[in-house]
């Protein structure tokens, strides 16, 4: 049997200042005090194995299964819901499943380094240490190229395989390249799942056993372009950085975007480009953006890089009061941005919670459960978009900044 806690304020605050002391701002490292596994390093990629020893506590996955506000938002200026306190959770429990096994090994990758996957890592790490308590052993590699390449990937899971984890999972860089890399793994008898912000679904042909993460990444696109065509009086030329060429995600977003602005006569989209999830290519293209169109009036952006770039080229040109910027996620200088004005809205992704339930549901693929009662094929996480007035909450909770 399971070992029941529930933990009380102290333990979810020292998890918060996990988050404050790890989710750094374009990190290229991890640095957990448990020893999570390879999330990078500067020049090349850092690897280690973490084997964690913790007990369990009863959890709850309150995730809201689509892209709409959590309960208890309030709105903005325009009318527009923002500011949730439940963006993010540190207060995870497990879910009381009793694990079959003493140990496991798994091994987790990713598209590239970058600090949206080193917070999914923080909730990875937390679950660990919970069934550590309940005297389940946790090993995992957690490993991702310093840019991001489907063949890399590919080679990732193909040498994984080899090495006989219980369950490999990815967070998928490019579907048509990655899929049929998964069906022969499993068809050899190797669990495989997806997670964390792209899935090669059943759909697409992969045969995949579950998916943990963002299922809504159209509809994130969509309602941060519905946000900006709102304040722009539908009316106005918008660019769109999209992130990597045939990242499920980053394609969603840009495609719900376009499909938002081309209901509206008056809104027009004069350029597309691919910043493959770098601050400096963000930037250059948006300094492009601003020299080719005199009255560019706003920009939606797909991933967690792009905002920042925009932004930064935006205040250089002096133009943060003419061009509306919308995009993704949690970066400590995009909030700091959206508090002073220059972003209008951010959609915020609770990776820490993408992490903790992939450890949930990899145990139990690992046990052998298939979806259904044990969890289901898609395990949906939330986005809040969040508001000028939600900011200083969030750089609060995520980094412990102060008004």
């Known amino acids: 049997m399971c070992k029941w806690r529930k933990e009380d304020k102290a333990g979810q605050r020292n998890r918060q200042d996990k988050w404050m002391s790890f989710a750094l701002p374009l990190m290229v490292c991890c640095t957990c005090a448990s020893g999570l596994a390879g999330c990078g390093g500067t020049d090349e990629e850092a690897s280690a194995e973490a084997s964690v020893e913790e007990t369990a506590s009863p959890g709850e996955n309150e995730a809201s299964g689509g892209y ?7 709105a903005d200026g325009d009318g527009n819901i923002g500011n949730s306190p439940d963006a993010v959770r540190f207060d995870h429990e497990l879910d009381g499943y009793e694990p079959m096994k003493k140990e496991y090994n798994f091994y987790f990758t990713y598209k590239m380094v ?3 996957w080193d917070a999914v890592a923080l909730g990875m790490e937390d679950a660990a240490e919970q069934y550590g308590e309940m005297g389940i052993t946790i090993n995992y590699e957690y490993l991702a190229p310093n840019s991001v390449s489907a063949e890399d990937q590919a080679g990732r899971l193909e040498d994984a395989f080899e090495r006989g984890f219980d369950v490999l999972g990815v967070d998928v860089a ?5 899929t049929p890399v998964i069906n022969r793994l499993m068809e050899d008898g190797q669990k495989v799942m997806t997670f964390s912000s792209s899935d090669a679904a059943k759909e697409d042909g ?60 008056g809104m027009e989209i004069v350029e597309i480009a691919y910043d493959e999830d770098t601050v400096e290519k963000a930037y250059g293209f948006t300094k492009g953006f601003l020299a080719d169109y005199d009255d560019l009036a706003g920009m939606v952006c797909c991933n967690m890089s792009n905002p920042v770039g925009a932004a930064r080229a935006v205040i250089e040109e002096g133009r943060e009061n003419e061009v509306l910027i919308v995009g993704m996620d949690h970066d400590q200088e995009a909030l700091q941005y959206l508090r002073d004005g220059v972003i209008y809205a951010l959609g ?34 939330t986005t809040t978009v969040i508001y000028q007035d939600g900011a200083a909450a969030m750089l609060r909770t995520l980094y412990g900044e102060m008004d």
């Not at 490019?174 to 990655?178: G, N, S």
């Open 68 to 74: 709409g506000i959590p309960e208890g938002s309030v």
């Open 114 to 116: 970058h600090p949206w």
């Open 174 to 178: 490019d579907v048509e390249t990655i």
């Open 206 to 265: 992969c045969s995949r056993i579950a998916y943990v993460g963002n299922t809504h990444n159209y509809g994130d696109g969509a309602e941060l372009a519905e946000a900006l065509c709102k304040k722009l009086g539908y009316e106005g030329k918008v660019a769109i950085l999209v992130g990597t060429e045939g990242a499920p995600c980053h394609e969603d977003r840009a495609l719900g975007a376009q499909d938002v602005i081309a209901k509206y006569p």
């Open 348 to 381: 915020v992704q609770d990776c820490y919670s993408i992490g903790f339930d992939t450890m949930q549901v990899a145990v139990k693929i690992a046990d052998g459960h298939l979806p259904g009662d044990a969890y289901p094929e898609k395990t949906e996480e």
